[in-house]
């Protein structure tokens, strides 16, 4: 099961800058974890925003929710989920 | 370079069946060429609509916008254009 | 795997009648069966607009794109679909 | 009387943890409180964002208010409410 | 059961002016009745718009959309209904 | 003149309990008041939220906004005014 | 009583070119006769748009009605009204 | 060069009461000292709202950024500027 | 003076070819001898769409608006247009 | 390769008035440093708002996503990236 997921990242600006940085580099190593494990297919930086497009694919809309719900950015994000289909004009 | 192109067809109701079938077909043939060539990277249906979302990598924003607008079905398209760099958390 | 569908129908003022009659009784032929067979979960009429919300629970999202893209009135629905999964509070 | 209602729940991050955790335990049982007693008949978590689809069956607008106005978590949430009637194609 | 209803009306312009002026006749015949029997308890105009505000009152959502389906006008209307309660404050 | 006000009520989580619950009690107070002297119509509670709908008969633009402007909630309330006119159907 | 309104104009580009042109030219004389009146106490065209954005000052909400409802453009119209009150720090 | 501008005002509820005094003093009479000179042709209230609608008639757009980024206000203002040109009915 | 204008061309796809062909010709005559005139400083394509994003350099609203509404496409277009003033940091 | 880029910048305004003086004598420096070296071609003021319109013509997304990521407001900012062609009418 495929799913495009677009996420922007709005962290508050009074937020402790230690776990500011802590949790984002919490992030960096969940996201590299799933993307090694197969489930995050692709992730791209959407030029000039803190926000990313990507690809996921797994079995289920629970496990995709599993793993948004557990993105260590996840309170400060707006999340735009998108189920993906083979298309017919696909080689 | 990468770009995200989400492209949501609709067809006037009205239009010449003959003329839209012919068109549609012209579609997927252009689109498949495109694919093979590997500027048109990937490109998914979105479940339950008549759209999808392709990535194009491209040389320049003067060839997608070429590819772009000969695209048999372009006059009856709204299409939404994101460009994508490599994100820092990528593998 | 279940999915929230919202289906707003716009009929053209323009469509022939006799055509619309009989789109209109395939349509309900059709999503009757789909009731039956167990995949068309539940469909609610929004009170005061040619809309349902329905939910569908099918194999993947490849079977909910087939079930949408071949509904008699597609061509004239604006669709809106959303994944659904297990609520931590739900009994 | 049938309502679906989407909840969104934004939590200020500046909330006292204590005060957040108590308040989404009393969430939870007072929402299964009100699904054993058949007024909250489905709740689904929707994937990938803190909001939840739920169909209420409840006696008038005034008990579905009450309902909403004293969840716990009400004065964090966003709320839509949809009124359904019966689908002409409802098997 | 209270319900404010907003109805936005959009007659297209190459509408039959017999058929127009009949179906703008029969609304009128058809909003009058209601009225008088009390279910169609309020409708204003909105200054500057082909629109209307109404409040009505009636036993249930099935009976509000089956008033609102057999509106003459409703093919070319955009209703927007919301579920009203009693406020704390009303006197 | 009649208005058509509603007003979308959204006070700060980390507004003073005392003054909340202070403002609050002023709002019921002058509302009932101007629902008394005849100029506040009609006040409804919109289900499900924070809000109201109401309806106001005043002598002018002028009044309503001093109305409006001196609600004890008014630094915390989005509002939205509609005139409304006698409408062609009323009975 | 004064109103600010915004007309933005859309005519169907498959109208009769002589009912435009005769419908234009209804509509400047109108307009003129009001202005002359001084119920139309401004009006000037947005830049790049055929719209325009007026003052009108009339007795009444129900005067305001009349005159939008009978311009020969009004089928043509999208209108917003704007309820304008004397402004504090006006000299 | 006339120009509307339309001015939203949302100060902080957490804002020094002083300064807030204050600064709404000295946009008052930064407001009329404008009037006076001629460049801030109106200014009305939007009735319901903190909101105003003005017309300027000023030399060139550097002079209405100018006026309108030394508001005492503007750093708690949203601003939407809209230039105008004659309307070719005005009399 | 400076303007932002962004123009959206949406031409109706039952437009006779022939009457097609000769206003897209006459526009770019048009825009070609308003940039060699000096007054249409930049036209860029906006990639992937049928719009362009432009700028002018004109003396007034007046002739802008003069400029824009004898564009051939112009009864097709959508047209936004942003007044540009001088950057602090320009260098 | 030519983008058009909105920024839009909103400084809550809680932030340290130190902070905020230096953060923005450090954007006007990168920014003309920029302008000097010709990848940002252009930047206007939008006139009436705390925004801008600028033109950067760079050799990727990579490198625009690197230029807009360290703006020192990026952190308070709301930016668009339109990606632009040549135009068919341009001189």
Redesign the interface.
Known sequence: ?????RMQVD?????DPTVRDETIAR??AY??QL??GGEWAH???????YS??SIFEVE???R??EI??NLPLF??MT?????????????
């Open positions: 099961m495929l799913y495009a997921v962290i508050p600006h009074d937020l992030e960096k996201s590299q993307q090694r992730i791209w930086r959407i030029a000039g925003q990313n497009l289920s809309h629970e995709l929710h948004l719900w309170p400060y999340i735009e989920v998108t189920p993906l289909a083979t298309h017919p004009s696909a080689v």
